[in-house]
């Protein structure tokens, strides 16, 4: 069941880099700021890990969090859910800054959401329904750290 769960991520990523992608509000999108676009990453890698690394913000992850099969249709080898999840993370030097970077990329990803309701191909299928949780800013990244957190649920059918 590991290949429902990259096929899911890299669609959903496909989505997220593709035209016309993540793109924020111009006020708060300055070559200063590496353009427009983030770059989408796939992975379920911890804050700590990316820390270490050398990164550049904002920083788009998605990943698959769980795959549950509950056979809703009996005689299909897979018939459940994919659970994905975006993370978007945003660091600056002023904590305004840093909020308003992570809002207007948060608001971005839900567009991308939006305007892709329905069908995925390959046995995908989108609703339309999200969750987003917002996490506390903290010291990190280019002086201040702020990060959202986008949940949402593919129903998966496949033969």
């Given at each position: 069941?590991?290949?429902?769960a990259?096929?899911?991520t890299?669609?959903?990523r496909d989505?997220l ?20 676009s983030a ?8 804050l700590d890990?990316?820390e270490r ?6 920083y788009?992850q998605?990943?698959?969090d ?10 299909r080898?897979?018939?459940?859910k ?13 904590i305004?800054?840093?909020e308003?970077?992570l ?14 309701k329905g069908d ?7 609703g339309?329904?999200y ?6 800013m ?8 702020q ?9 998966i059918?496949?033969?």
């Amino acid at each position: 069941m590991t290949t429902i769960a990259a096929a899911a991520t890299s669609a959903l990523r496909d989505l997220l880099a593709g035209e016309p992608g993540i793109i924020p509000a111009p006020d708060t999108a300055t070559p200063a700021r590496g353009g427009l676009s983030a770059p989408v990453l796939t992975g379920n890698v911890p804050l700590d890990l990316i820390e270490r690394a050398p990164s550049s913000y904002p920083y788009v992850q998605v990943y698959c969090d769980k795959v549950s099969n509950v056979q809703r249709e009996k005689f299909r080898t897979f018939s459940g859910k994919a659970q994905l999840v975006i993370e978007i993370r945003s660091s600056a030097e002023h904590i305004t800054t840093t909020e308003l970077l992570l809002q207007s990329y948060t608001d971005s990803v839900l567009q991308v959401l939006n305007a892709n309701k329905g069908d995925w191909g390959g046995g995908r299928f989108y609703g339309g329904g999200y969750e987003v949780i917002f996490t506390p800013m903290k010291r990190g990244g280019l002086n201040y750290l702020q990060a959202a957190r986008v949940t949402i649920s593919l129903d998966i059918t496949l033969d």
